[in-house]
């Protein structure tokens, strides 16, 4: 039986890559709060995330440790450290955007292929932004929220939420993720990961589709997207609860700043760390099955 060998991280650099993808994330949630929100009729402009962070580290490094220290990231930087956390709610996202990133990066196989990244970044996007538009959608259905109108847009939530869907995607998914990614993937692959101490893994595996979207590919991305929506439903109940402390509204958004400091120092330690790392014994050994 033939089978597809990828390189692996030692266990010390799946972490320092989760660390890394954590802090920078992070950080980027931490600005995207000081972007202000433009309107353009009732169409809502404005920068959601900066998604070409974890798809970049996830398509070069590690899709898994990537997508999970991203949503990481999200939740303590973006969340908890800005005084608000959405409590049980927060699993939704966490799961929906972990998901996205992990399928962006397997997908991608030859990180110089421009068409890959290109694909794998959108893919991400879109898988994200569905999951999210579904729940909401599903919560009103179910009953356990109700419908927000948009002036100037039909009262059905399949179409609000469906131009919400599409803006996201037209809008931050490739001003924010695919344009950036696209231009650093195939820049940063094979010239960043010796700076840390890592070799690039291999980026001559050919693989279909079929080798990727497998049965239990397709069940596990199914059962975690309804997960996703079953921790949004119970957030809306009894058992939903959240913790709030206005920092922004009480300091004013001067507040993020020195706050921003806190990812910036984590990551520049995880860089150090690695680039010391480097050129010891224990970056030599790569075989992963895929």
Do not use: C
């Amino acid at each position: 039986m033939n089978t597809h060998q990828r390189f692996t991280l030692t266990q010390s650099q799946k972490m320092m890559v989760f660390i890394l993808s954590m802090s920078l994330y992070g950080l980027s949630n931490m600005i995207t709060e000081l972007i202000p929100k433009f309107y353009l009729g009732p169409i809502e402009l404005s920068v959601e995330y900066f998604a070409f962070i974890p798809l970049s580290l996830a398509m070069i490094f590690h899709p898994l440790y990537a997508a999970i220290g991203a949503s990481l990231g999200e939740v303590i930087f973006g969340e908890i450290m800005l005084g608000q956390f959405g409590g049980i709610g927060e699993l939704e996202k966490f799961i929906a955007f972990s998901l996205a990133i992990f399928i962006a990066g397997v997908s991608v196989r030859n990180p110089e292929n421009k068409k890959q990244v290109a694909l794998g970044a959108m893919v991400g996007v879109i898988l994200h932004q569905f999951i999210s538009m579904s729940v909401d959608i599903l919560k009103v259905w179910v009953g356990v929220e109700e419908l927000e109108a948009v002036e100037g847009l039909a009262e059905s939530v399949v179409v609000i939420e469906g131009l919400a869907f599409l803006n996201d995607v037209l809008f931050s998914g490739i001003l924010f993720a695919l344009l950036p990614t696209l231009y650093l993937v195939p820049r940063l692959y094979g010239k960043i990961e010796p700076l840390l101490g890592m070799k690039p893994r291999k980026n001559d595996l050919q693989l279909g589709l079929s080798d990727i979207v497998t049965v239990p590919f397709v069940l596990a991305t199914v059962v975690l997207g309804s997960l996703s929506f079953l921790f949004e439903y119970l957030s809306e109940t009894t058992f939903g609860w959240e913790w709030e402390a206005p920092l922004v509204d009480r300091f004013g958004e001067w507040i993020v700043f020195p706050m921003m400091a806190i990812p910036v120092i984590v990551a520049l330690v995880v860089v150090s760390y690695l680039v010391k790392r480097k050129g010891r014994k224990d970056t030599d050994g790569y075989s992963e099955v895929v």
